[in-house]
T-cell receptor, first 111, second 117 residues
Framework: SQQGEEDPQALSIQEGENATMNCSYK?????LQWYRQNSGRGLVHLIL?????REKHSGRLRVTLDTSKKSSSLLITASRAADTASYFC???????????FGEGTQLTVNP | EAGVTQFPSHSVIEKGQTVTLRCDPI?????LYWYRRVMGKEIKFLLH????????ESGMPNNRFLAERTGGTYSTLKVQPAELEDSGVYFC???????????????FGPGTRLTVL
């Protein structure tokens, strides 16, 4: 399996509900970043969590990181139709500065 | 402040032709990266510049790909000759210099969608 695997691959919810996406990785990391990509658009940086952090918040976003399990989760609360997009986690290993991406979760928020 | 820009947004070329993609990073960002996503697969790293120097080009698929960053500002990625499997979306990202080991955000451009027929 790939570094930075997201789960689920696709998620469909109703507006107002919470959406949770998970990411697993294999190597030791320095940080983990979440990105959003709207259809046909570029990648928008959402949040970065460092390896010594366990939880981080930004607006309606909550990210957790469990380095013992090599996993992270992204929670979007009170979802909106505009949150419909693909969400990617990307890890930065302890050496180098390249990001390693998973295949993403396609989130659909129905109005 | 302007974000990362890429040109063109779309390119359709015939197999065997040459295409050059351009990336303008955020002003002042020393670090510039190229990534690509092909065939709906995961986004993969191609290479990393620090100013005008190639820091890591281990992700470049073969010698048909040539990246440059003369003067340490914008970068170009040339594919010559293009093959069918080169079709995909090519992303550029930039990052500010950091005192540690690259532990800060990479900001991505909108990508160039390349179609090779």
């Amino acid at each position: 399996s790939q570094q930075g695997e997201e789960d689920p691959q696709a998620l469909s919810i109703q507006e107002g509900e919470n959406a949770t996406m998970n990411c697993s990785y294999k190597t030791s990391i320095n940080n983990l970043q979440w990105y959003r990509q709207n259809s046909g658009r570029g990648l928008v940086h959402l949040i970065l969590i460092r390896s010594n952090e366990r939880e981080k918040h930004s607006g309606r976003l909550r990210v957790t990181l469990d380095t013992s399990k090599k996993s992270s989760s992204l929670l979007i609360t009170a979802s909106r139709a505009a949150d419909t997009a693909s969400y990617f986690c990307a890890t930065k290993e302890t050496s180098g500065s390249r990001l390693t991406f998973g295949e993403g979760t396609q989130l659909t928020v129905n109005p | 402040e302007a974000g990362v820009t890429q040109f063109p947004s779309h390119s359709v070329i015939e197999k065997g032709q040459t295409v050059t993609l351009r990336c303008d990073p955020i002003s002042g960002h020393d670090n510039l990266y190229w990534y690509r996503r092909v065939m709906g697969k995961e986004i993969k790293f191609l290479l990393h510049f620090v100013k005008e120097s190639k820091q890591d080009e281990s992700g470049m698929p073969n010698n048909r790909f040539l990246a440059e960053r003369t003067g340490g500002t914008y970068s170009t990625l040339k594919v010559q000759p293009a093959e069918l499997e080169d079709s995909g979306v090519y992303f550029c990202a930039s990052r500010q210099r950091s005192p540690g080991t690259g532990d800060n955000e990479q900001f991505f451009g909108p990508g160039t969608r390349l179609t090779v027929l």
